[in-house]
Structure formats: structure tokens, C-alpha cells
């Protein structure tokens, strides 16, 4: 385009940012933002947005968040992309650290900087701040696209925290649960050793017509492993050979692997 002299601005070089993201390369990411410096589109929230994704996707975070800093008209696409950058690099305290500047700063948070948090809270299993989070859903949440992966989000995080109680009132409060919502309430009943309502579930989940997929059945394995019911899991075989489930690799070793640990914790 250059030595065409076709004119470069600041809608094209966030397109160029994304294919880095998608190689990925740092070495090409850093001439870019060279570019953007030298052209003067260093002032522009969105390409500046743009290079901190991709320097989060190469994984330079510390140039990421150099950057996010350097920002002074930061949008809540800035604070998200950053966000959500920690959380992909398992950066939870990072993560909570920069909701909480977010909130002191007003901004309000956007659907995809809510998923982000959603599932740190997963991870951290912090109860406190989960049920917070799930606070700030109802009251400004609508019954968008991200109301399913948030509800499934706080699902998993009160699972995780042992409060089956909440989960299952989240659950069914959702009138178009997806796969993942029903993989993750039934994987909240083995987990919690609540085998026959888990069981239940899965056969209303078929009765539905939300067949489970191969990452259902891995969840679910991992689980009978973790809780260490193995009769679970030999259902769980014979239901994927009678249905004429694709056996993969990945699914193979995870029923061996669920069978070696639940033998050996016993």
C-alpha cells in the first residue's frame, strides 16, 4: 500500500494490528506501532486499543499495559482489552486490580470486560466479590447476547465457591440455556456429589433436544475424576458408545484418566 501511495489511516492500521494478533508477530507488531508513532496516529484511542491487543496477543503484556497507561483518553474498550488480556494470561489479581481503578475512574464496564471478570471470579472462587458481580448483572444486564455467558460464568463461580443453591437459581432463570449452561449446572451436581440430580439433568438436557458435545463429556469426566465416582463415569462411557459418540484421543485419555484417579484415591 505504501509504495503505491495508497494513504494509510487510523481504520487501517487497527485491520493490519489484527493479522499480527493472528501470526503472531511481535517483530512486525513493533514496526507497526513504529508507524503509528511516526505518523502521528499515536493519539488515536483506537489504534491505540488495536496495539494493545496485539502486544497482548504476542504476549508482551508489560508493553501492553505501558501503553494502556500512556492512554489519556482511555474508552471502556481500553480498559476492557487490557481486562481481558490479564485474565487470558491468568493475571487474576491484575485483573481485579484494573476493574476496581475502572469503576473509581466511572467508566462502566462493557459486556465483554464483565465476561472477562466473570471468569476470574471462576478462577479465584471468591464468593464475596462473585456475588457482587452477579449484583452488577441485574441491575444492568439486559436480555442481550451476553446474558447466557454471563448467567453460565456465575453458574461455574458459585459452583466453584460450593453455593449449589445459587447456581441452580441462576440456571433456571435462564429461558434459552445454551450447552455450556447445562455443562456447567450438571458438572456443579457431580462436583458437589449430587449424582441423581445431576443425572436427571443430563436426561432433561436430551429430552430438550441440547445434545451434549465432546467438550460436555470432558467436563463432566473431569469431574466424575475429581469426585471420584467412578459408576458416573462408566455411564458417562456407555452413553457416548451407545450414541455413537466420536471417540477422540482427548476424550479417550480423559476416561482413562478419570478411572486412574478415581483408583487410585480409593
Known sequence: ??????????????????????IPSMLLGQELHGFVVKNGFHGDVFVC??????????????SARLLFDKIENKDVVSWSTMI????????????????RDMLVMGVRPSETAMLSITHVLVEIAELKLGKAMHGYVIRNVKYGKSKVPLSTGLIDMYVKCGNLAYATKIFYGLSNASIISWTAMIAGYIRCN????????????????MFPNEITILSLVKECGIAGVLELGKWLHAFTLRTGFTMSLVLTTAFIHMCQHVILSD
Do not use: H, Q, W
Open 1 to 22: 500500500m505504501r509504495r503505491t501511495n495508497t494513504e494509510v489511516d487510523n481504520f487501517i492500521v487497527p485491520s493490519v494490528l489484527k493479522a499480527c494478533c493472528l
Open 194 to 209: 449430587n449424582l441423581n440430580e445431576g443425572v436427571r439433568l443430563f436426561v432433561k438436557m436430551l429430552e430438550e433436544g
Open 49 to 62: 486499543n488495536a496495539l494493545i491487543m496485539m502486544y497482548s496477543e504476542v504476549g508482551s503484556l508489560d
Open 84 to 99: 481481558r488480556s490479564y485474565d487470558r494470561s491468568d493475571l487474576f489479581d491484575e485483573a481485579l486490580d484494573l476493574l
